[in-house]
């Protein structure tokens, strides 16, 4: 399974943006998908867990979900701040082997 | 409150070995529902998993890396390693350890990481 994902994405304040993660060779809902942001300097968080799942003190302007037939996850981020500029991860498992996706660069004009 | 910290040279030869160790603390590297794992991130690019490991011993790991990477734990110690041979430039990069959820798979705890570069 490989996961590819756009390079990066911009919107403006206030807007909502999607950021897609597309599987390949393998179904992307065989297993949980989760959802990874990296500001610069420091640890992946994770934002979305098993799917669509919010962890404690992630805002509910994050959410995620797992399209079947487009074999496809996406992470989608309303009302944006300037504090979500970030790289954004999808990570899932296939097999044995954990995969993430190439990330995307998140800029918030 | 569930820690980890890797240690390990920060500077390796072509060639040579790499070995890094995650020691974890505020819990038990014994515990049945997690895996423990190694994350590596080159400069200027993604994640890439290189590894993980069970609360027994049992070693998953990247098919492209193959023989030379090799992940063990040490339950006494509640730590757990990485050993890859033979590195070049190419495996430049700030590793992560970090914990992974049995069922889901997520890692919801990770190191700050440890920059390693290979030069001579």
């Known amino acids: 399974l490989m996961l590819t994902q756009p390079h990066s994405v911009s919107e403006s304040p206030g807007k909502t943006v999607t950021i897609s993660c597309t599987g390949s060779?393998?179904?992307?809902?065989?297993?949980?998908v989760q959802w990874y942001q990296q500001r610069p300097g420091s640890a992946p968080i994770t934002v979305i867990h098993?799917?669509?799942?919010?962890p404690s003190g992630v805002p509910d302007r994050f959410s995620g979900s797992v399209d079947r037939s487009s074999n496809s996850a996406s992470l989608t981020i309303s009302g944006l701040q300037t504090e979500d500029e970030a790289d954004y991860y999808c990570q899932t498992y296939d097999s044995s082997v954990w995969v993430f996706g190439g990330g995307t660069k998140l800029t918030v004009l | 409150q569930v820690l980890l910290q890797e240690s390990g040279p920060g500077l390796v030869k072509p060639s040579e070995s790499l070995s890094l160790t995650c020691s974890v603390s505020?819990?038990?590297?014994?515990?049945?529902?997690?895996?423990w794992a190694w994350i590596r991130q080159p400069p200027g690019k993604g994640l890439e998993w290189i590894g993980s490991?069970?609360?027994?011993?049992?070693?998953y790991v990247d098919p492209s890396l193959g023989r030379r990477v090799s992940i063990s734990v040490d339950t006494s110690g509640n730590r757990f390693s990485l050993n890859m041979a033979s590195v070049t430039a190419a495996d430049t990069a700030r590793y992560y350890c970090?914990?992974?959820?049995?069922?889901?798979?997520?890692?919801?705890?990770w190191g700050r990481g440890v920059l390693v570069t290979v030069s001579s």
């Open positions: 060779g393998a179904s992307i809902a065989t297993n949980y």
């Open positions: 970090a914990r992974s959820h049995y069922d889901s798979t997520r890692f919801d705890i």
């Open positions: 490991v069970s609360y027994t011993g049992n070693p």
């Open positions: 098993e799917d669509d799942q919010r």
């Open positions: 505020g819990a038990s590297i014994s515990g049945e529902r997690y895996y």
